[in-house]
């Protein structure tokens, strides 16, 4: 737990912007956001890092990144399949293989993906369990 | 909890500002890893868009940069360097940098070979250069000129690239071999590469045809599997490697293994996947065992320690038939460059001493990034004669730069000239530096 309290005190200025951001439609969003957090800090950081840059050539950022910030069908993909090391991401290769999380529920990754696009600068639209769950179901 | 978020966000504010603040003395005071100052001075201008920061009396200049992903480098005879690029520029996969005006930087820079790949050395005539797949060489006419760079011969073909640790390193000995690194593709031989809860396979089928050096004919035509030999085993993945012609034996630094505390975070807390396990040299002999992936090497127990993936607890030792490292380094700081200095120009303490080349960590968080420097080792008779220090540092821009792994240039490969002078590459934007001994 104090492990954790340390690493939340490290990511919170990722979060800080949002919390200046008041009304209802916004509760929804902080509360998923507030998971995904502590989802990522558990799955995602010792590889995407704390501000969420990665390392060129190993692990790719997650900052502007389009596929982070585009459909949530090839995110779902990538989250529960993993990608293969040697991926190549806008000409750029990353030899570090990701792991697939087929473990994770449809909420934890609804939440991370959520935090992952609302964090590091990025600004895109909140994704739900619904839509992971019916994304989910479309994979094999 | 809420008044903690608060608190947090206070605190954090507080010891960003604080840290900002200390990096701005630091630049004022010492001179250096600050963009502003280095237009102040020239020697500072030489090192191009950082300062690196050497011992008294040792100087850098940038001899080329914009090379893109330059690995390895080799040194021919006339000075002449060659650099191996992992990813083609305008079609080709190896530079020649020639200095002719002896200014101290390349004006001559023509590009061959098709083939985009890590390894690179001179030998005997002839300059050898790999891909992920294969190793080629090319044969040099009396004026130190290739001679058809077009049609390189293949010397060995077919090896294992899976992605992860497909560089293939190599290095030559003095009796006709080559020396040839296939990495495993995998973090610790797990069924499930990387995945939580997923066993290490027993024996590990990797090892048969990856994670060690296998030995070639340095002057046989279309070698592979069949026709080497594995002559070391159990190493995760080698990228820097030598000869050492005063032991005349292959050393390797090995790259550890990675997420202790990903993959058993009961067992190990963050800081203890930060700082374990060592980054290894170690000495090789045909028939070499070093371990992997059953074992890692601690360097703060000195002890061999049993991987969590087959049974361990970061306590119970194992590898009885697994050889000690010559030397242990901190964690993740990814050795891809390895020199033993044989050269004159230096003082007299760096003779035969070895010069690693750190790439720099990714995986130490939430700890701070390290690495992106040179470091140099003392040997005497064979065997390290004290502790490493850093030699050349400052190639990542900055203290700040280092620790959060947003470096300017990473460090990878390191020659030396026959005039005594080293040359490291950078694989981030390509640049060479060339570093010298003057006293002053």
Redesign the interface.
């Known amino acids: 737990m104090k ?1 954790l ?6 990511l ?2 990722a979060s ?1 912007l949002l ?1 200046s951001q008041t009304g209802p439609a916004q509760g929804k969003l902080k509360e998923s956001i507030d998971r995904g957090n502590m989802v990522y800090i ?1 799955r995602c ?3 995407h ?3 969420g ?7 790719p950022s997650l900052v502007h990144n389009k596929t982070a910030l585009g459909a949530t069908e090839p995110l779902v993909n990538i989250i529960v399949k993993g990608m ?4 190549e991401i806008d000409g750029v ?1 990353y ?6 999380a087929p ?1 994770m529920t449809d909420l934890q990754i609804a939440d991370v993906l959520t935090y992952v696009r609302n964090g590091f600068g990025n600004n895109a639209k909140m994704i739900t369990e619904a839509e992971v769950k019916s994304a989910r179901a479309k994979l094999k | 909890m809420k008044q903690v978020h608060y608190f947090a966000q206070l605190a954090v504010g507080a010891l960003l500002s604080l840290l900002s603040a200390c990096g701005n003395t630091n630049t004022k005071t010492s001179g250096a890893d600050s963009a502003s100052t280095t237009k102040d001075t020239a020697s500072a201008e030489s090192n191009g868009d950082v300062t690196i920061k050497l011992p008294e009396g040792f100087h850098a200049v940038v001899f080329a940069d914009g090379l893109g992903k330059a690995r390895h480098l080799a040194v021919n005879s006339n000075g002449d360097v060659y650099v191996k690029l992992e990813k083609l520029k305008n079609g080709n996969g190896i530079y020649r940098l020639r200095d002719t005006n002896g200014d101290g930087r390349a004006e001559d820079i023509s590009g061959f070979g098709n083939f985009a790949g890590t390894g690179i050395a001179i030998k005997n005539g002839y300059l050898y250069a790999s891909s992920d797949e294969e190793v080629f060489r090319y044969k040099l006419d009396a004026n130190n000129n290739i001679v058809d760079p077009g049609k390189p011969e293949k010397i060995v073909t077919g090896l294992l690239a899976h992605g992860e640790h497909e560089a293939k390193a190599i290095a030559l000995d003095n009796d006709g071999n080559l020396y040839v690194n296939i990495g495993a593709y995998s973090n610790a031989c797990q069924v499930k590469d990387r995945s939580i809860g997923s066993p290490g396979m027993k024996p590990c089928p990797i090892l048969d045809s990856a994670g060690g050096i296998w030995q070639f004919k340095a002057d046989k035509a279309d070698q592979t599997y069949k026709d080497g030999v594995r002559y070391a085993t159990g190493l995760r993945n080698v990228v820097g490697l030598d000869w050492n012609t005063a032991t005349n034996s292959l050393f390797v630094m090995q790259h550890g293994r990675d997420q202790l505390h990903d993959l058993f975070p009961d067992l190990y807390t963050t800081k203890q996947s930060a700082e374990l396990p060592a980054e290894c040299m170690y000495e090789l002999h045909k028939g070499s065992n070093c371990g992997w992936p059953y074992i890692y090497y601690d360097q703060f127990l000195h002890k061999k320690i049993l991987a969590p993936e087959y049974g361990g607890n970061g306590k119970k030792t194992a590898g009885n038939d697994a050889q000690d490292p010559v030397y242990a380094f901190p964690a993740h700081l990814a050795p891809n460059g390895l020199l033993f200095y044989t050269g004159n120009k230096f003082p007299e303490k760096y003779k035969n001493g070895a010069f690693i080349v750190f790439h720099g960590s990714w995986n130490r968080s939430p700890e701070p990034q390290m690495g992106f420097e040179v470091a140099f080792l003392p040997f005497a008779n064979g065997k390290p004669s004290g502790e490493w220090s850093v030699f050349a540092d400052g190639f990542s821009g900055g203290p700040q730069e280092t620790a959060s792994g947003q470096v300017k240039h990473r460090p990878c490969g390191i020659a030396m000239a026959p005039d005594g002078s080293v040359y490291v590459s950078d694989d981030e934007k390509g640049t060479i530096w060339k570093i010298s001994y003057t006293g002053k």
């Open positions: 492990q309290l340390t690493l939340m005190l490290i919170f200025p800080l919390m558990q950081l010792s590889c890092l704390i501000n840059t990665g390392i060129s050539g190993v692990n293969p090391a040697g991926t290769r030899n570090n293989a990701m792991a697939p473990d």
